[in-house]
Structure formats: structure tokens, C-alpha cells
């Protein structure tokens, strides 16, 4: 079965501040899909990033990074310089087979909360 | 680029009435579709997956009969939410399938929040 663990429920930070978002993943397909998702509070899901199993390559895109880490099955998420608009709740998912359109496991969530 | 919409983006309904959520790829055919629920504070729980012209596909735990699904063409999956109660004031939210040769993406709705008295 597929399992998607963000262990960090809520996190707080003051605006320029870094902070990472941890995803651990179980899954027993050999291919398979990780996603990134944004929940803003007016509840719409903002497409963050996608990245197959195969490509252990980070990526950086603006003051956003990810880290994939095939080995220890996590797939973690930082944002530099925070800003009070990343406020938002952050979503890991998963998809299963070797479909990057198919039905996505999602993890709890974690809320992140910048402050001015 | 692909859109899907979702109508209506908030509903409040009495107990005992059906309600009727709407996912329309504008651009796409998508012959997959989800359906997906939130609670408060809660993630994403997939319901079902909806085919085109065949029966919805229901995740354990999901009453087919409560949570009736209809893709009865490629641009449009309904959601229906017979006999509310109360239980099922929730988030729901829809993802579709855009599928090209080389190339599969999903596209989410804005959701629909459900608040039944």
C-alpha cells in the first residue's frame, strides 16, 4: 500500500526565514510519481512540482528547492527567504504505478505560518 | 494551458437534500477523473476514480450509493451527494486526467465546500 508522512503538522516562521517541509513515502512500485501541492486558505491546490522516480536530480525553482532522496524514501521541500504569502498548508502526494496522471496518495499536510 | 472547473465553489444545502457538484475539463477530454475529500484541517481522501462510460471506481470505506458518480462525457464528471447530512459537509474537490502521447498530467478543480445544516 501506498503511505505519504509529513510529520510536521504546523510550522512557524518569521518572514525571510528558511524552512523545509519533510516527506517520507512508502510505496512498492519501482516507478512511481512524487508531487509537491500548495493549499492556499482559499482552498484550490497550486501545482508545485512533479518528479518521477528515476530523476534523483534536485531541483530549484525561484526561492523554491527540493531534495530527493531515493535511499531514504523522502522527498523534502524547502522555501529560502520566506515571505508571509507562502502562508498556506503543503501537500507530499504520491502516485501510484507509472502514471504521473493517476490517482495521488496524499500526506497530512503541513501548515506553514510566516509572519511578518 | 488545461483548466478544470468546478461549479459550484460553495453550497449549503438542508439535511435530507441532494446536491450536485460539477468537474469540467475546459480544454481536455478526460476519460479519468477523481473525486477527492477534505475535512477541516484533514488531507486529501480519494473517493473514487470516474470513467467515462463506465461505472465509477469507489475506494473502501466510500458508499457508492451516497456519493453517486456520472462521467457521462469526456469533458464532465458529476458528483452527487444524495440525503445529506450533516457528516458530509466537507471539502470535495476533483482532479482530471490530461492524457497526450508523451506527455500525462492531472488538473485540479478550485473544490466545493459543502456545509449541510
Known amino acids: 500500500a501506498q503511505k505519504v508522512t509529513q510529520a510536521q503538522t504546523e510550522i512557524s516562521v518569521v518572514e525571510k526565514e528558511d524552512v523545509t517541509l519533510d516527506c517520507v513515502y512508502e510505496?512498492?512500485?519501482?516507478?512511481?510519481?512524487l508531487f509537491w501541492y500548495k493549499q492556499p486558505p482559499s482552498g484550490e491546490l497550486v501545482f508545485l512540482i512533479r518528479?518521477?522516480?528515476?530523476?534523483?536530480q534536485n531541483e530549484i525553482s525561484g526561492r523554491y528547492s527540493w531534495n530527493f532522496q531515493k535511499s531514504t524514501s523522502s522527498f523534502n521541500f524547502t522555501i529560502t527567504a520566506s515571505q508571509v504569502v507562502d502562508s498556506a498548508v503543503y501537500f507530499c502526494?504520491?502516485?501510484?504505478?507509472?502514471?504521473?496522471?493517476?490517482?495521488?496518495?496524499f500526506g497530512g499536510g503541513t501548515r506553514v505560518l510566516v509572519k511578518p | 494551458g488545461a483548466v478544470v472547473s468546478q461549479h459550484p465553489s460553495r453550497v449549503i444545502c438542508k439535511s435530507g437534500t441532494s446536491v450536485k457538484i460539477e468537474c469540467r475539463s475546459l480544454?481536455?477530454?478526460?476519460?479519468?477523473m477523481f473525486w477527492y475529500r477534505q475535512f477541516p484541517k484533514k488531507s486529501l481522501m480519494l473517493m473514487a476514480t470516474?470513467?467515462?462510460?463506465?461505472?465509477?471506481?469507489?475506494e473502501q470505506g466510500v458508499e457508492k450509493d451516497k456519493f453517486l458518480i456520472n462521467h457521462a462525457s469526456l469533458t464532465l464528471s458529476t458528483l452527487t451527494v444524495t440525503s445529506a447530512h450533516p457528516e458530509d459537509s466537507s471539502f470535495y474537490i476533483c482532479?482530471?486526467?490530461?492524457?497526450?502521447?508523451?506527455?500525462?498530467?492531472?488538473?485540479f478543480g478550485s473544490g466545493t465546500q459543502l456545509s449541510v445544516l
Open positions: 482532479s482530471a486526467r490530461f492524457s497526450a502521447r508523451t506527455n500525462e498530467k492531472l488538473f
Open positions: 510505496t512498492r512500485d519501482t516507478t512511481y510519481y
Open positions: 518528479r518521477n522516480s528515476f530523476d534523483e
Open positions: 502526494a504520491l502516485s501510484e504505478a507509472r502514471a504521473a496522471g493517476n490517482k495521488l496518495t
Open positions: 480544454d481536455f477530454q478526460a476519460t479519468t
Open positions: 470516474s470513467n467515462e462510460g463506465s461505472k465509477a471506481t469507489y
